[in-house]
């Protein structure tokens, strides 16, 4: 099954691109996973363990698998609109114009990032967002920023008053039984590193984003940790069974719901 694919994923080993490689390749019918190669090269090999269990920082998938899914569940409820401005929200944000739909699709003209900001205190994190400029209109280009999401994390938290990682275990995680994911942290037994740094040594099993790791979790653009095993469940719940059970409504299947055999290699 695509073997194409698995060919290239298994040179990407072979020529020594990245140490090693856990994957799942899913149709209506069949779902295969295969790990292989090493969890790091620095400071010494280490052999990533054959099983869908090792535990990777997310990074910025978080915005996908938890921020994104818990605007479309509170926009369900409907605690706001997404053409609805952010400063109705968050009064400490000074832009009128932008709006929660520009956030989320990276159309508000918020800067990449803010170069020469220190962040070295949990308050720091939530300075940099709100001391950050526009530097174009709103809607006018479209450009990958982390403050855009950052923004969304404090956004859920004003929408409900709990914290945004409670939010995200209570309504999304524990729904699809994704038991091996966490924020933050993981056991870094189970964890893959992300780098070797002269600051922080070898990071496993603590979130490698700065502002993340400053700010000690709740926040909207990273921090999340998860095995294939429990991407799997969210996989599943888009592609075959409608959303479900993340949202009311079955909005995003692509295929009929199907029982499919389980492979691995």
Same mark, same amino acid.
Not at 80 to 92: G, H, K, M, S, T
Not at 122 to 149: C, G, H, I, M
Not at 186 to 204: N, S
Not at 234 to 251: Q, R, S, T, V
């Given at each position: 099954?695509? /073997?194409?694919?698995?060919?290239l994923?298994?040179?990407?080993?072979s020529?020594?691109?990245v140490?090693?490689?856990?994957?799942?390749?899913?149709?209506?019918? /069949?779902?295969? =996973?295969?790990?292989?190669?090493?969890k790091?090269?620095?400071?010494?090999? =280490?052999p990533?363990?054959?099983?869908?269990?090792n535990?990777?920082?997310?990074?910025?998938?978080?915005?996908?698998?938890?921020?994104?899914?818990?605007?479309?569940? *509170?926009?369900e409820?409907?605690?706001?609109d997404?053409?609805?401005?952010?400063?109705?929200?968050?009064?400490?944000?000074?832009?009128?114009?932008?709006?929660i739909?520009?956030?989320?699709?990276?159309?508000?003209?918020?800067?990449?990032?803010?170069?020469?900001?220190?962040?070295?205190?949990?308050?720091?994190?939530?300075?940099y967002?709100?001391?950050? @400029?526009?530097?174009?209109?709103? @809607?006018?280009?479209?450009?990958?920023?982390?403050?855009?999401?950052?923004?969304?994390g404090?956004?859920?938290?004003?929408?409900?008053? /709990?914290?945004?990682e409670?939010?995200?275990?209570?309504?999304?995680?524990?729904? *699809?039984?994704?038991?091996q =994911?966490?924020?933050?942290?993981?056991?870094?037994?189970?964890?893959?590193?992300? /780098?070797?740094?002269?600051?922080?040594?070898?990071?496993?099993?603590?979130?490698?984003?700065?502002?993340?790791?400053?700010?000690?979790?709740?926040?909207?653009?990273?921090?999340?940790?998860?095995?294939?095993?429990?991407?799997?469940?969210?996989?599943?719940a888009?592609?075959?069974?409608g959303?479900?059970?993340?949202?009311?409504?079955?909005?995003?299947s692509?295929?009929p719901? @199907?029982?499919?055999?389980?492979?691995?290699?």
């Amino acid at each position: 099954m695509f /073997e194409q694919t698995t060919t290239l994923l298994h040179n990407l080993v072979s020529e020594k691109t990245v140490p090693g490689v856990s994957f799942a390749i899913l149709t209506p019918t /069949e779902t295969r =996973t295969s790990v292989f190669g090493d969890k790091a090269w620095l400071p010494e090999k =280490t052999p990533l363990l054959a099983t869908s269990s090792n535990l990777y920082d997310l990074a910025s998938l978080t915005k996908v698998l938890a921020t994104t899914i818990r605007l479309v569940q *509170l926009h369900e409820k409907a605690l706001f609109d997404w053409n609805d401005a952010v400063i109705n929200y968050l009064p400490d944000f000074k832009y009128e114009a932008i709006t929660i739909l520009d956030l989320v699709t990276h159309a508000s003209g918020l800067p990449k990032s803010l170069p020469g900001f220190v962040i070295e205190e949990p308050d720091d994190v939530r300075a940099y967002v709100y001391s950050a @400029k526009q530097v174009k209109p709103a @809607k006018t280009f479209v450009e990958y920023s982390d403050l855009n999401f950052l923004l969304l994390g404090y956004l859920i938290e004003a929408l409900v008053p /709990e914290n945004f990682e409670s939010q995200i275990e209570k309504n999304i995680l524990s729904p *699809l039984g994704a038991r091996q =994911t966490s924020f933050y942290s993981a056991d870094p037994k189970k964890a893959v590193p992300t /780098e070797l740094t002269d600051k922080r040594g070898l990071i496993t099993g603590i979130v490698h984003d700065h502002k993340a790791f400053i700010a000690h979790g709740n926040t909207g653009h990273a921090g999340l940790f998860a095995p294939l095993e429990d991407l799997l469940l969210f996989a599943n719940a888009f592609l075959f069974d409608g959303g479900a059970p993340l949202f009311f409504e079955a909005k995003f299947s692509l295929y009929p719901k @199907k029982l499919y055999a389980s492979t691995k290699s």
